[in-house]
């Protein structure tokens, strides 16, 4: 049963000596802690981004090829996980995250290494596992201070956002060389909150599929004509996605693509559900309060 316990048990435990510490993670699994967690393996950039944000880095032994995040030791790929380098390491920890990380629980305990799943997918969620990682790693009271303010954050920004009387409709559009296959965010997805809270209408709200995402064609954002597109750039200069959408004769008419409000976030940020995501929030607040 996923996410059984609230921050609350968290907090609880926190007051406690690391050597009772007990915590369920998100795979509804109870992990125990004999011991101070000194040394992890963040096997998910997203766990990394929370261990960034706690400046906890330095507790950090090795990291996948595809972190962005912190700079330690590689392990490879996300999956599988090199189990050999992960034993040289020899780590207290191993974060993994959810869904397709999930089979390397049973794979690292064939060696008796301890693994704790973190699958944030919603705002609460990111608060919460703040919480959760800061615990493991002996600093609770600094987490749970961190997770206090990015929740005043947000909620400064969604209670000015809901006072606009004229919100701009939008649509996140997940695209790379060509327009025939589009992902968007709908009900249950993060990103839908993120809209939401930065005082955008999500045009995609309506629908839903696997964790919210959904699979649409160009004749479904024709039909919206949404008042902004929201599109990911992964490095400095990376206009691909902006390009594509700009380029496709389906979308020439649209109203984004003639009035240039095409915004580019931050694709490695706006990716996973962390504490980086509140960074696009504000950026994408202060884009719809200037265009709305």
Do not use: C
């Not at 919206?224 to 597109?229: A, E, G, N, V």
């Not at 389906?250 to 996973?272: C, E, H, P, R, T």
Request: aromatic residues 10%; negative net charge; proline residues 4%.
């Amino acid at each position: 049963m996923k996410k059984v316990f609230f921050m609350v048990f968290v907090l609880m435990f926190a007051t406690l000596s690391l050597s009772q510490l007990a915590l369920v993670d998100d795979l509804g699994r109870l992990i125990t802690f004999e011991k101070d967690v000194e040394r992890v393996v963040s096997a998910a950039p997203t766990v990394s981004d929370y261990i960034k944000h706690l400046g906890l880095e330095e507790k950090v032994v090795g990291v996948t090829d595809w972190d962005t995040n912190i700079q330690s030791e590689k392990i490879g790929n996300l999956v599988p996980l090199n189990i050999e380098k992960i034993i040289s390491l020899n780590p207290d920890l191993v974060f993994l995250s959810g869904g397709f990380q999930e089979p390397e629980v049973s794979r690292l305990e064939k060696f008796n290494i301890k693994s704790f799943v973190i699958n944030p997918v919603n705002f609460n969620d990111i608060y919460r596992d703040l919480v959760l990682i800061g615990t493991i790693l002996g600093e609770s009271q600094k987490a749970e201070k961190l997770s206090n303010e990015l929740r005043q954050k947000v909620l400064n920004i969604a209670k000015e956002s809901f006072t606009w009387t004229n919100k701009p409709t939008v649509l996140y559009l997940m695209v790379q060389n060509n327009v025939a296959e589009i992902w968007t965010p709908g009900t249950g997805s993060y990103i839908n909150e993120l809209i939401s809270y930065a005082g955008g209408v999500n045009l995609a709200a309506p629908y839903s599929g696997n964790n919210g995402f959904l699979q649409v064609g160009p004749e479904f954002v024709v039909s919206q004509d949404p008042d902004i597109i929201i599109v990911d750039s992964y490095y400095e200069g990376d206009e691909l996605a902006k390009n594509t959408i700009i380029n496709a004769p389906q979308f020439k008419n649209l109203k984004a693509v003639k009035q240039g409000k095409i915004v580019m976030v931050d694709g490695n940020k706006i990716s996973q559900a962390s504490p980086s995501l509140i960074d696009v929030l504000e950026q994408l607040y202060q884009y719809f309060r200037d265009n709305k």
